[in-house]
């Protein structure tokens, strides 16, 4: 699964689009180096605009009692045109799925009619469904260097207490096309797994994030926990909750441990 940082960013997120921008060119060397490999790209705009945000903004000057401030807006519809745009120049590279981790209204049916018009109709959708305004993405956005510039992404991310609008959001991304659903973050949000899988029965990606990882590391190195088992553990309690897929930074020496 591939995150793009580019060298440059801008306020239209041009670098994620770019024929070759960071995710086209990994792309194309991947296939051509190691072309059984499964390609997963992460569709978004965070990494590439000067903001941090994963949409377009718009700012607008207003007045107050306090004096002049400024409102500023993430553009939902707008926004779509240049998902779609990124997701199809990932397609067009070779990846073999794409994962639209964004959360605006209505980007898996954009994201699906965009491929669809460029001949990639049996590339797979991932979609980021259920996806939270998440305390647990901090060590990640420090190293990609995503973190917004102004206030939050709790506007169009989910809010860590309901449990009734990320099922409302998975069905919204099934019926718009999505062919495979994720819930992220995956350990704080094992009912939401259970919850999903039960209720929709689609493919279900379940996503351990950055401090997921960085927690089980810091206790292991401090000789508090057994790195390999509570990590074993962990990703266990995911596949029971019926996660299909697991996406985890340990991943290669999970698969490492579950061979020995």
């Known amino acids: 699964m591939l995150f793009g940082i580019p060298d440059?960013?801008?306020?239209?997120?041009?670098?994620?689009?770019?024929?070759?921008?960071?995710?086209?060119?990994t792309v194309r060397l991947l296939k051509k180096e190691v072309p059984s490999l499964l390609v997963i790209t992460d569709v978004c705009l965070c990494e590439y605009?000067?903001?941090?945000?994963?949409?377009?903004?718009?700012?607008?000057?207003t007045s107050t009692a306090r004096g002049a401030r400024a409102l500023r807006r993430i553009l939902n519809d707008p926004?779509?045109?240049?998902?779609?745009?990124?997701?199809?120049?990932h397609a067009e590279a070779g990846a073999d799925i794409v994962a639209p981790s964004d959360m605006m209204d209505g980007r898996v049916r954009a994201i699906r009619a965009e491929l669809d018009k460029n001949g990639f109709i049996d590339t797979p959708i991932m979609s980021y469904a259920a996806k939270f305004a998440s305390a647990f993405y901090g060590p990640f956005r420090e190293a990609a260097g995503s973190m917004p510039k102004f206030g939050d992404r709790r506007s169009y991310q989910m809010d860590a207490a309901n449990a009734n609008e990320a099922?409302?959001?998975?069905?919204?991304?099934?019926?718009?096309?999505?062919?495979?659903?994720?819930?992220?973050?995956?350990?704080?949000y094992l009912d939401l797994i259970y919850r999903v899988k039960t209720e929709f029965g689609y493919p279900t990606a379940a996503y351990a994030v950055s401090a997921e990882y960085a927690?089980?590391?810091?206790?292991?190195?401090?000789?508090?926990?057994?790195?390999?088992?509570?990590?074993?553990?962990?990703?266990?309690?995911m596949r029971r909750a019926g996660a299909d897929i697991l996406i985890t930074?340990?991943?290669?020496?999970?698969?490492?441990?579950m061979k020995a």
Not at 49 to 61: D, N, P, R
Not at 226 to 236: K, N, P, Q, S, W
Not at 249 to 257: G, H, I, L, M, S
Request: proline share 1%; with cysteine.
């Open 249 to 257: 930074y340990a991943a290669t020496d999970a698969a490492k441990w």
């Open 8 to 25: 440059k960013k801008d306020a239209k997120a041009s670098g994620a689009y770019a024929k070759n921008g960071i995710v086209q060119q």
């Open 49 to 61: 605009m000067e903001h941090g945000h994963c949409g377009i903004v718009e700012v607008e000057a």
């Open 79 to 89: 926004t779509l045109k240049l998902l779609a745009r990124t997701a199809a120049s």
């Open 167 to 188: 099922l409302r959001e998975v069905a919204l991304d099934i019926q718009e096309g999505a062919d495979i659903v994720m819930v992220k973050p995956a350990l704080a």
């Open 215 to 237: 927690m089980i590391k810091a206790a292991a190195a401090r000789g508090r926990i057994d790195e390999r088992a509570v990590t074993l553990e962990c990703l266990l309690a």
